[in-house]
């Protein structure tokens, strides 16, 4: 799939690749624009080809492209164009150069050909909620993630805490949630996205599910690293009485006592 271009030289460019065995990988495409070149159109964001390459130096060379499936529909129609490049740079965020992700690349591409026959706008937000998932930062949406009450309703939802907050702890920060935003997030979440990109409920309740996400999308579409390996307890950025990191990742622990969360960004 391919995920950015940027020009090199008088004539070619270069290619950011994910690829279903190698990661992500970036190649020279030779003369791709000079007008007749056998690369043609193969090779814009959004493609998904067959490629070919050669190890070159420093960069590998590509030798061949056939298309796979060009996306048309995503092109060819701004909306989804848009959602289908934040989509793409948030997979190049994540991805790590030589390494092998296929749940990342499964994701992607199914993405995208979902984004093409249904140009749904809950399409790019279940995307990244699902990517931040991906990459193990699941958020709390059974308990509060403050205080641990499993009693609803959860009102409030707050990033850096990890997840939902009850009625008590809502007073205190995060933003509000309504009960159908709720609810649509854990069918994101909870393995029933056909159902809800199916019957989403209302536009403004895709707005919320999107807008829960907040800040924290800027940076993972800015290009910093989700890394798992630094949360969690024992990472020295976050904990109580010590303030959370400026960017990416949030700071929640994948497991551990829930004082550790207490991370506020306010
Ligand atoms: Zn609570």
């Known amino acids: 799939m391919v995920l950015r271009t940027i020009k090199l030289g008088e004539t070619d460019r270069i290619v950011s690749i994910l690829t279903q065995g190698n990661g ?3 190649a020279v495409a030779k003369g791709i624009r000079r007008p ?13 080809v067959a490629l070919q390459c050669y190890a070159g130096r420093e960069l590998d060379v590509v030798t061949q492209v056939e298309t796979i499936d060009a996306f048309r529909a995503l092109r060819e129609h701004y909306g989804s164009l848009t959602h289908a490049v934040s989509m793409l740079e948030a997979a190049d965020s994540v991805a790590q150069e030589r390494e092998r992700n296929q749940p990342l690349y499964r994701m992607l591409v199914g993405g995208l050909r979902t984004l093409a026959t249904n140009p749904s706008a ?34 409030g939802f707050d990033f850096g805490e ?11 920060g995060g933003r ?4 159908a935003a709720l609810a649509l997030l854990r069918r994101i979440l909870g393995g029933a996205l056909a159902g809800a990109l199916a019957d989403p409920g209302g536009g403004e ?20 690293r989700l890394s798992s390996s630094s ?13 959370a990191p400026a960017g990416f990742p949030p700071p929640w622990p994948a ?3 829930r004082e550790g969360r207490g991370a506020r960004r306010r």
């Open 36 to 48: 007749g070149s056998r690369f043609g159109a193969r090779l814009e964001p959004t493609s998904h």
């Open 205 to 224: 309740i895709v707005v919320e599910v999107d807008a829960a996400i907040g800040s924290w999308r800027a940076p993972v579409r800015a290009g910093a």
């Open 122 to 155: 809950l399409v790019a937000p279940a995307f990244f909620w699902k990517l931040l998932s991906l990459e193990g930062f699941h958020p709390i949406l059974e308990d509060c993630a403050r205080c641990g009450s499993d009693e609803e309703p959860f009102p």
């Open 24 to 26: 992500k990988v970036r």
């Open 176 to 179: 509000r949630v309504r009960p």
């Open 231 to 243: 949360t969690g307890p024992g990472c020295p950025a976050v904990g109580p009485g010590r303030t």
């Open 255 to 257: 497991a551990g006592p």
């Open 162 to 172: 990890g997840g939902v907050l009850c009625e008590g702890c809502a007073r205190f």
